[in-house]
């Protein structure tokens, strides 16, 4: 079976097979400083669903999901919020940096050593998409690179699941 075929077979669910219909906790965020310079806080987590993104310069797979993962971006951009963050598991923050202007990325990145990682997911695949609720809590870890439309159907599986 397709990808798309097994993430829309678990649409009667409201994010798919195996997610928590009460999470325990949210994630407990670290200020997070982007390639820009910019900073997201810990308490920016709680006012709208993510989707966050595991990736890496040298992952062809990354590369492609990522072109997706822009879309997904630039559609939610001005309409319902929705946080977009790449996670480079690269650690040359300027190789990440023309790897973005190289691919036409302008969604938010900041580099990961693993510890960000470690609080959504042991899973150590990249790409992996993690979906998060506005309340901050990890609703579904997806591995594998991603068909465009899996991508941009996220924002709507978050707002019905986040309403």
């Not at 989707?51 to 595991?54: A, I, N, Q, S, T």
């Given at each position: 079976?397709?990808?798309?075929?097994?993430?829309?077979?678990?649409?009667?669910?409201?994010?798919?097979?195996?997610?928590?219909?009460?999470?325990?906790?949210?994630?407990?965020?670290?200020?997070?400083?982007?390639?820009?310079?910019?900073s997201?806080?810990?308490?920016?987590?709680?006012?709208?669903p993510a989707?966050?993104?595991?990736w890496?310069?040298?992952?062809?797979?990354c590369?492609?999901?990522?072109?997706?993962?822009?879309?997904?971006?630039?559609?939610?951009?001005?309409?319902?919020?929705?946080?977009?963050?790449?996670?480079?598991?690269?650690?040359?923050?300027?190789?990440?940096?023309?790897?973005?202007?190289?691919?036409?990325?302008?969604?938010?990145?900041?580099?990961?050593?693993?510890?960000l990682?470690?609080?959504?997911?042991?899973?150590?695949?990249?790409?992996?998409?993690?979906?998060?609720?506005?309340?901050?809590?990890?609703?579904?870890?997806?591995?594998?690179?991603?068909a465009?439309?899996?991508v941009?159907?996220?924002?709507?599986q978050?707002?019905?699941?986040?309403?």
């Open positions: 079976m397709k990808r798309r075929h097994l993430l829309l077979a678990g649409a009667a669910a409201p994010l798919g097979p195996g997610v928590a219909a009460q999470p325990a906790a949210a994630v407990d965020w670290p200020t997070i400083t982007l390639i820009d310079g910019s997201i806080s810990p308490e920016s987590w709680r006012t709208q989707v966050v993104v595991f890496a310069t040298w992952c062809a797979f590369k492609r999901h990522n072109a997706h993962v822009e879309a997904l971006y630039r559609a939610s951009r001005g309409a319902a919020p929705l946080r977009v963050l790449g996670l480079a598991l690269d650690r040359d923050v300027q190789a990440v940096q023309q790897s973005m202007a190289r691919n036409g990325y302008s969604f938010p990145v900041a580099l990961d050593d693993g510890s990682r470690a609080r959504l997911t042991s899973r150590r695949m990249i790409p992996m998409t993690c979906l998060l609720d506005r309340q901050g809590h990890l609703l579904q870890a997806i591995p594998g690179e991603m465009a439309d899996d941009l159907g996220l924002a709507r978050l707002q019905r699941h986040t309403g």
